[in-house]
């Protein structure tokens, strides 16, 4: 790839090149029952046909009043999608499913402890649940249409129930995910400045039960810090009447919910009519530079954008039972656990736990018992169950027809198992490609129509045509397997709006590479930057190679490099920190801490430990490092900068590129020694 920043470090650099595979083609039995079985749906989304080809997509859901301007490129690159347009996310996910399928299971939910009822909630429950809940945070609360409201929640049924009660009050919904730390919700808190904070006393994962109203605490105070006040916490109980946390309840502010539901009992909100560009939901997420970006998602395009892919994509029909086994604190959960799924009126699985808990067995237990045959996971869950339980689903009688991957490259060998073993070579299996910010997928297979390759996500989905472009915004050759980096040259409905209170940012970081003409209002002079490094080969299948900016995935999980360093700023001894991605069996990626101490502080495990410490506390679990690091001193430039690619290189055995021209060459061999010794 061509030349980069040279104190950057990228996944993308470490990636590893596996070799071309063979095509399999999805099952006939499949081929007969999609939802997109013709060719011409291929047609009909032709660039070409661009941008009222997303009118089907708009068409699956129910408008107060149809909109006039489908694509409205006046203020690029701010794109309006179906605008003039009025409609409510919440009527579509629910009201408008009561009269057909009143009865049927909206969410299946599973518990984690395996003596523990599965619940299932029906669409008129969840009807009553939300309108109550919507109704408590507009009265008791004073939430309203615009507001913004934070959740801190974990997988419980909770969870759906208080997004849609928010979008049925057109309030902006903000969930953090519920393993993030007290100070990472505050912060998120105080951006959004959400006034109400919506939490639990605690949930079940990995065998224990888990304080989470703690973190509640710390967030306010976080965002206190901040210059933000918090003025209520509303607390869901696990199970109301026992309370699950440590943490007193702070007079007139927090509030257990299942004490006040009661006086809302029966009470009806009527749908707030959004336009179809009001904001729907903030999804914070790590960028390349400062803190977590709120990307912002609206109501029409995203809603649209999700139903559509859900159906031709996750291949969703009313009789199926389908589970995501994603978390909806991410997008993936938001996208196709809730709002696709249930604009479908489909039945969405729901989790609590994890899902090697007890035993590598406990996924294929509960696909057999719930009859489930669209599942959806990631490649750091299927190494995980592969590596703990291979021969488990042979136990199971469960049969898939379709099942999807998302989040990071999966390995060929470890698509195989997916396909031959947990899907028993009955299913078809989607390798999906997108982000927070797409709303939904980019690039994966049509699974009736276009063959599985192991290793590459596929072509464009529908109506998204991606390019490769060089450092120097040349296109790379089409089919030519030369890596670069990935945008897409057109618009979509899912795409997020903004970056919350930043607009500035969100062209920079977007927009600003690739940009032809500040100009232009012509939608073709402003690719869309993903920031991710890809190849393509000569069928036009896609394959991703990873971030190319300072973020790394781990599991899944996008981490921020600069949030990771930060962390390890705010312990006394750390002068100097630097994150770098490293490759991982099982979480794909993970993440080795170098840090230089300050002069007279000698080195030891004491410090090692408060680092990845400190990292839990501001950031959360899922960042705990694999390695900290102490190191003499760091490679820098002339000018001072932490030269990570080399870093990288020695920390995965790989070539640390050209070290001449660093201020302080000899402590590249040094670490070196020191690391590569101890690995
Ligand atoms: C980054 C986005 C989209 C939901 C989950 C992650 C990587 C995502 C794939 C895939 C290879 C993938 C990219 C992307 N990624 N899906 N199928 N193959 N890489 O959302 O946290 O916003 O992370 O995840 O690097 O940029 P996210």
Redesign the pocket.
């Known amino acids: 790839m061509a030349a980069r920043p040279e104190d950057q470090v990228s996944?993308a650099q470490i990636a590893v090149h596996w070799r071309e595979e063979a095509y399999y083609s999805p099952p006939p039995q499949f081929i007969a029952q999609a939802n997109a079985a013709y060719p011409d749906i291929l047609e009909r989304f032709s660039e070409q046909r661009f941008p009222d080809c997303f009118k089907e997509y708009a068409d699956l859901l129910t408008w107060d009043s149809y909109w006039h301007t489908t694509l409205d490129t006046s203020k690029p690159p701010f794109w309006k999608w179906f605008v003039g347009g009025r409609l409510n996310a919440c009527y579509n996910c629910v009201d408008r499913h009561l009269r057909t399928s009143r009865n049927k299971a909206a969410i299946i939910w599973v518990p984690e402890p395996e003596s523990e009822d599965t619940k299932a909630i029906t669409y008129q429950e969840l009807y009553r649940q939300v309108n109550e809940f919507a109704a408590l945070l507009r009265d008791h609360c004073g939430v309203k249409t615009g507001d913004r409201v934070t959740f801190h929640l974990p997988m419980v049924p909770e969870l759906p129930v208080s997004m849609l009660a928010c979008a049925r009050l057109g309030a902006i919904h903000s969930e953090v995910f519920g393993g993030f730390s007290g100070a990472a919700c505050g912060g998120r808190v105080a951006d959004s400045q959400s006034h109400v904070l919506v939490t639990m006393d605690g949930y079940h994962r990995n065998g224990e039960l888990v304080d989470h109203k703690v973190k509640a605490d710390e967030a306010v105070e976080t965002a206190r810090e901040l210059g933000h006040e918090v003025d209520k916490v509303l607390v869901w109980r696990r199970n109301p009447g026992s309370y699950a946390s440590q943490s007193p309840m702070v007079e007139g502010r927090d509030v257990f919910v299942d004490e006040l539901l009661p006086d809302y009992r029966g009470t009806v909100v009527e749908p707030v009519s959004m336009p179809a560009e009001a904001p729907l939901f903030l999804m914070y997420?790590?960028g390349t530079t400062g803190r977590p970006k709120g990307c912002q998602h609206s109501t029409g395009g995203y809603l649209a954008y999700v139903a559509g892919t859900s159906k031709y994509y996750q291949d969703i029909h009313p009789e199926d039972t389908y589970w995501c086994a994603?978390d909806i604190g991410?997008?993936?959960g938001h996208s196709y656990i809730v709002y696709g799924p249930l604009a479908l009126g489909a039945t969405s699985v729901m989790y609590e736990g994890v899902p090697t808990y007890p035993d590598a067995g406990r996924v294929w237990r509960i696909a057999e018992r719930l009859g489930v045959n669209i599942f959806h996971t990631?490649?750091t869950t299927i190494r995980m169950l592969r590596k703990l339980g291979p021969d488990e689903p042979n136990k199971y009688h469960y049969h898939l027809k379709h099942m999807t991957?998302?989040?990071?490259?999966?390995e060929p060998e470890v698509w195989r198992w997916y396909h031959d073993v947990a899907g028993k070579g009955e299913a078809v299996v989607v390798?999906?490609?997108?982000?927070?910010?797409?709303g939904g997928f980019l690039?994966?297979t049509l699974p009736a129509l276009q063959p599985m390759k192991p290793g590459s996500?596929g072509p464009g989905v529908l109506g998204i045509y991606p390019v490769i472009y060089d450092e120097e915004g040349s296109e790379v050759e089409a089919g030519s397997e030369r890596a670069g980096n990935i945008c897409i040259r057109n618009p979509w409905p899912g795409i997020f709006q903004t970056i919350w209170g930043q607009p500035d940012r969100f062209v920079q970081i977007y927009y600003q590479k690739y940009c032809r003409n500040a100009d232009s209002q012509d939608w073709r002079d402003w690719p869309y930057f993903?920031?991710?490094g890809a190849t393509q080969a000569a069928d036009g299948y896609f394959r991703?190679l990873?971030?190319v900016d300072d973020?790394i995935?781990v599991a899944?999980?996008?981490l921020g490099t600069k949030e990771l360093e930060s962390a390890c700023l705010t312990v006394d001894e750390i002068a100097e920190a630097a994150a770098v991605p490293v490759m991982d069996e099982v979480r794909g990626r993970a993440v080795e801490m170098y840090v230089a101490l300050k002069p007279g502080v000698a080195p030891s495990k004491d410090i090692e430990a408060t680092v990845a410490e400190a990292i839990v506390r501001e950031i959360g679990k899922i960042a705990r490092p694999k390695h900290v690091w102490i190191v003499a001193d760091m490679p820098k430039t002339r000018s001072g900068k932490i030269m990570r690619r080399v870093i990288a290189g020695i920390s995965n055995f790989t070539d640390v590129g050209d070290v001449s021209t660093l201020a302080n060459p000899e402590i590249v061999d040094d670490i070196r020694h020191r690391i590569q010794s101890e690995k």
């Not at 991957?405 to 999966?410: A, D, H, L």
């Open positions: 996944e997420t790590s994603a991410w997008i993936t990631a490649p991957t998302v989040g990071e490259p999966i390798d999906t490609w997108w982000q927070t910010e797409t690039g994966s996500c993903a920031g991710d991703i990873g971030r973020v995935n899944g999980h996008r």
